[in-house]
């Protein structure tokens, strides 16, 4: 990776706050801002921009995940391309979806509906972690999707995606992960790990704009699910691809998974999209995600020497860009944190923290001097 400094002056952040909260929205690099100053400055002058908007970033994003761009689907945010997938499956009377006690809440909500005749059973987390050997005995014959985040929001647990597609597999299950706690943070590969469907927004560790994602469906599922939305993006680009009068007489639905896309998208946020994701692609995942581990791994060691108690798993293969520590009021001291220009998040009883691979050492001393003082106070 380049020398820290030159990335550095990429994130104007750096010289206002010590922002460590990439999991929840994070702060846009400096390509990403101009290109959606120049967008909004392009159309409010000329009615057109001149970026190149390509294929709305799907290539870039098909690299990041291993994917192909007819894999992809742009969607609002995560909880729009859980909600396509949930719609899509059928529900067979006894069946049951299978996720976890650590889910963000958008990864369950669409299937407690009570439109869907399915029954959510929940594998409970030991010591914040998910074990394999639980995920095996909830998972049965009438079970039609295990759904599961790649990285869990509050405490950062990455889980094995391949072991679990394995197990689901064997039982006529799909996979349906939520990667926005990932995607930008750790290394995805979903033909490595056989996964059916991935979805996640860009505003996290991607470091993009809110108000678009993306949607992967493995290519072989794409045309055997009839999309529950559609609308002008859904269909082969010969409809809409001429100057005669498009036909609105029949559906003729994209073979790719453009069929899940609906009405426009926010073009805005995809010239922020493209840009971001241009460097992740420049820097590569290997070096982001191991840049991102050394600061995790010098940030729990710091949170030992002061003898507090940890809510992230410690083992490599458990851990991503995610520390929650446990401390006394933490919504207080996150409080005074900010008023500090320090930013990380109260959750769980405790204190999370999510550095990026902009980020160095020294911005965590500073935080964990600030949590000395609360702990000693």
Not at 297 to 320: A, F, H
């Amino acid at each position: 990776m380049k020398d820290m400094e030159s990335v550095r002056e990429q994130f104007p952040v750096t010289k206002n706050k010590v922002f460590l909260n990439h999991a929840a929205e994070s702060p846009l690099p400096k390509p990403v801002a101009d290109a959606v100053h120049k967008y909004v400055e392009e159309f409010s002058n000329f009615g057109e921009s001149s970026i190149e908007l390509e294929d709305r970033g799907k290539s870039l994003f098909a690299k990041l995940i291993n994917a192909k761009p007819e894999e992809l689907a742009i969607v609002e945010n995560t909880s729009m391309g859980l909600n396509i997938a949930a719609n899509l499956l059928r529900y067979p009377p006894g069946s049951k979806i299978v996720t976890t006690d650590m889910e963000y809440p958008s990864v369950v909500y669409p299937w407690l509906r009570k439109s869907l005749p399915v029954r959510v059973h929940y594998v409970k987390n030991v010591n914040g972690k998910i074990l394999l050997e639980d995920m095996e005995k909830a998972v049965d014959d009438n079970t039609v999707a295990v759904v599961i985040s790649h990285v869990e929001y509050f405490n950062g647990f990455r889980n094995d995606l391949g072991a679990i597609s394995e197990i689901a597999h064997e039982h006529g299950a799909y996979v349906i992960v939520d990667a926005i706690q990932s995607a930008g943070a750790v290394k995805i590969d979903v033909k490595k790990d056989d996964v059916d469907f991935l979805t996640c927004a860009c505003y996290k560790w991607l470091l993009g704009p809110p108000g678009a994602g993306y949607l992967y469906v493995k290519r072989e599922l794409v045309e055997k699910f009839e999309p529950t939305l559609v609308g002008w993006l859904s269909v082969k680009p010969e409809v809409f691809e001429t100057i005669d009068f498009w036909d609105i007489w029949s559906l003729k639905l994209s073979e790719t998974a453009s069929r899940f896309e609906v009405g426009t998208p926010s073009f805005i946020s995809i010239a922020g999209i493209i840009q971001a994701l241009k460097m992740f692609l420049d820097f590569g995942m290997e070096n982001i995600e191991r840049r991102i581990l050394k600061l995790t791994d010098y940030l729990i060691e710091t949170v030992k020497d002061l003898g507090l108690k940890l809510q992230t798993p410690e083992e490599k293969q458990y851990r991503s860009g995610i520390v929650n520590f446990k401390i006394s009021n933490p919504k207080e001291l996150a409080e005074k944190l900010n008023g500090k220009n320090i930013v990380v998040s109260a959750r769980s009883h405790g204190i999370r923290v999510s550095p990026h691979f902009y980020n160095v050492e020294e911005e965590i001393d500073t935080l964990m001097e600030e949590v000395k003082r609360w702990n000693q106070a």
